[in-house]
């Protein structure tokens, strides 16, 4: 068995990225280079991605990025095994781009094409830098995602929970936008809560202790709105006291919801050795979120990996990866990726 070397390319929201990264017998993976184009300058003024200007902004951006990996990896087109590209879910506009172009790489190069489900690519991004066997839980929180899947192996999964209305990261930023912080609202409430009172006003926790796994926010979100339209017009203290209380009532909310799988993982793998809880998309940058899944996992026996934010939120390394780890557990690169990874939600 020799080196696989694999171009990846991501380009289902608003970041243009590609990478290059191999699998070397004895050695494990390597990250050649992992480059990432973000879009949010572009979608700022909106407060929100506009997915016409990212398709085309995936047009004008892919070929430079895609050169760009390739010479950072000190490697040619012609010395990859295989070239990857994100077939979904996603924006469909940026989607067909990257797919597009990576089948046209492929087919100039008589190379296999990989396609990859997003969420496929997120869920085995861990193991790029850790030994982590399976199986392991992995919690998804981004804009677009909130999940929580069984990773079995490549192309076998099970999604125990997901949110019934908003995504995590989507009750961030729509809580910025109410308190008048800028896009992309998640690092902004992080930022200004460190100053206020968490104690404040009384959030609700959606579902806690509830026996489904799922997670809910919009009824947070609701009641955020609330708090600030009764004590309208806010002042900075009360921005802060908000942006605390909402991001303790997360956190307490996750601790519960979060919680659950992880009895639940103890009651189906009672001989688990190292039972285990990745985190992965931006929300995971959140520091409070992370200490308190940290503690969560402590407290219950798991292993708490959280990879580095140029993992963890969107890039073409774990694309690319995702792609050698389906080529080494032999699925054929033509089987639609869409129907052996978790679904979207
Ligand atoms: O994974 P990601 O970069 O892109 C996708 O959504 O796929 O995640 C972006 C989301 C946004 O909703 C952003 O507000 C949120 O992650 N986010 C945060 C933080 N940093 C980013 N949310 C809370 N605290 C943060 N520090
Ligand atoms: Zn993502």
Redesign the pocket.
Known sequence: HAEIRVLGIET????TAAAVVSWVPGCGPLIRSNIVLSQIGEHAAFGGVVPEIAARAHVEALDGVIGAALAEAETTLGEVDAIAATAGPGLIGGLLVGLMTAKALAAAGGKPLVAVNHLEGHALSARLLERLGFPYLMLL?????TQIVLVKGPGDYERWASTIDD????A??KT?KLLGLPY????N??RVAAGGDASRFDLPRPLKGEARLDFSFSGLKTAVRQAATAIAPLGEGDVADIAASFQRAIVETLDDRVGRSLQRFRERFPDAAQPALVV????A???A?REALENLCRRNGFTFLAPPPEL???NAAMIAWAAIERLRAGIDPAEDPMLTAPRSR
């Open positions: 289902s929201c608003d970041e929180v981004s804009g677009g995602h995504a995590l990261g989507e961030f930023d910025a992309p609202g998640g690092p409430v992080e992965a998309g931006g929300v940058a959140n520091a979120i963890c939120t969107d």
